[in-house]
């Protein structure tokens, strides 16, 4: 096997980066120059944890550790600018596997438009991903959790449900149907529009991971206020319906509870300031806490690694 | 065991963070105000690679988490400002590890003057831990690895030696001399050079944790130069002295060829702008290469995961 220094030689050979970027990998740190202040989020893939090999590509796990991490940026209505990875992996690992996974970050960065600037590798007798991204407000303020207030629309952009459908079936053992497995595996994170809901005046945001409720019960308790989904307003996609006629279960519930969506979920002074690509499916609410027409949605509720 | 986000509760409730932190914990992201360029750097420590629990208390392993992240960024010339933490232990693990190990994260955070803003809580089969440090360079132009000229003087600040002496010890089933072992376990970084570097005109810098030569073996390939160290003008701790003569090993070896030291090393234009708590110890050659006294180094090169 290939030393550190070669590993890391083969996969930064190849980096372009964006105009921010005034150092990336070779030195001690990266260096990137922002207009505005600097937002940083972080968030681990552990495998068997957070992705099976035998479901994802390693192509996949790359895209989707940085997808998730962006996704965060995004949600503070911040432009995401790069990302740092850090990748531990057994040493009788494939290496082919290690050059796919890289294979796949640089991809999703691509289309993210985010540059790759650092990293790190090491040994662990699992596959341990750590990914770092940075984004620039570019002199706006943050969109925060805590500014909603009661009379405001709720609205949506990305795709809800399909994630949870893909996982539901990756569980019983099938592949399809393949656009929701192709998300589970990968979310496809609505880039660019959280710049698009902070100039749009959101009042609050953040990304769905642990299920539309749960994340808007985050949303609500941070504001203060409460929320209320309209059910009719939520779209059902032709997938979720399919897998639910499948497994008997209720599609609402791939689409209210479904967790790592990675789908961008604000709040708006009214209808009419709604961006463009975002539907409304709710109101916020002075009852301090989220419903689904007026009544406590009794299914699942995104879920918890240590439950 | 407590869930998730109860466990998020407790290790953030008493967080106090710098006057740069707009936003710390409780979003999607962090959001820091910087008056200069942003500075990122990544690293993870795996249980059993990067550190053994019967020989670092939970406190160590945070403190030195932090610790070797920070002193990348002393390494740019910058000022540490935050970092985010990312940890993944097995669902079976003591509570109170994770709480000491979060104690020991604040603890060095107090030490470094940065602010924990952030992190993720996952499940894992061995202890993972991922560190991303950020810094401001204020304005500052960073020190990189390719500035060094021939002519120019190279020093040092920091110590260099304690760790691979106290790991030599550990490794031998011994504890002292025990401020050798501490070193290893949570190295003493010169917070605060890297700026002071800096303002002195330091052409180049980086923090020592493959081993004094091994690193400026770097710097010399990047700074396309060659390195001469004075042996004459390395000091010989008192602890290396000790395990040097107990292991029949050559104390210089563990001064010039031992990792995870975290000591900074610069160089500057002459002897006269060196900074006080600075040690001159070489000079930059036209050689291509790193020499001792003139002469290739036979002794150990540093270490290398994967080797």
């Known amino acids: 096997m290939a030393g550190e220094f070669e590993l890391i030689e083969s996969i930064t050979s190849d980096l372009t980066v964006g105009d921010d970027v005034m150092l990336s990998v070779g030195d001690d740190a990266a260096v990137l120059r922002f207009s505005g202040d600097t937002v940083v989020t972080t968030d681990m893939l552990i495998e068997n944890v957070h992705f099976k090999r035998q479901w994802s590509s390693a192509s996949a796990v790359g895209r ?31 290496q082919a596997w290690v050059a796919e996974f890289e294979d796949g ?33 570019e002199g706006r303020p943050p969109v925060t959790r805590f500014g ?13 449900g399909w994630s949870a459908a893909g996982l539901t079936v990756l569980q019983r053992g099938f592949g399809s149907p393949k656009d ?33 409720l749960a ?7 941070r504001s203060r206020v409460g929320i209320d989904v309209d059910p009719s307003s939520v779209e059902i996609p ?30 708006f002074r009214n209808e009419a300031v709604v961006p463009k690509g975002w539907r409304v499916i709710g109101r916020v609410t002075d009852s301090g806490s989220v419903t689904v027409d007026g009544e406590p949605w009794e299914g699942s509720a995104g879920w918890d690694h240590f439950a």
């Open 238 to 267: 032709d997938g979720v319906a399919r897998v639910s006629a499948a497994t008997g279960r209720d599609p609402l519930g791939f689409v209210l509870a479904g967790g790592e969506d990675h789908a961008l979920v604000a709040t």
């Open 148 to 160: 909603a207030k009661v009379g405001e629309v709720v609205a949506v952009t990305g795709r809800l």
């Open 180 to 212: 929701m497995v192709a998300e589970h595996l990968t979310p496809s994170v609505p880039y660019g529009q959280g710049i698009v809901a902070n100039d749009g005046g959101a009042t609050a945001m953040l990304d769905v991971s642990d299920g539309l």
């Open 105 to 137: 970050v640089k991809e999703e960065c691509a289309t993210a438009g985010v540059s790759l600037v650092g990293g790190d590798l090491s040994s662990a007798s699992v596959i341990s991903i750590c990914v770092t991204a940075i984004g620039d407000l």
């Open 64 to 94: 989707k550790a940085v997808a998730v991490n962006v996704s965060d940026v995004e949600a503070m209505g911040a432009r995401p600018s790069a990302v740092v990875v850090a990748l531990a992996f057994p040493k009788d690992l494939d």
């Open 215 to 221: 994340d808007l019960g985050h949303l609500a308790e």
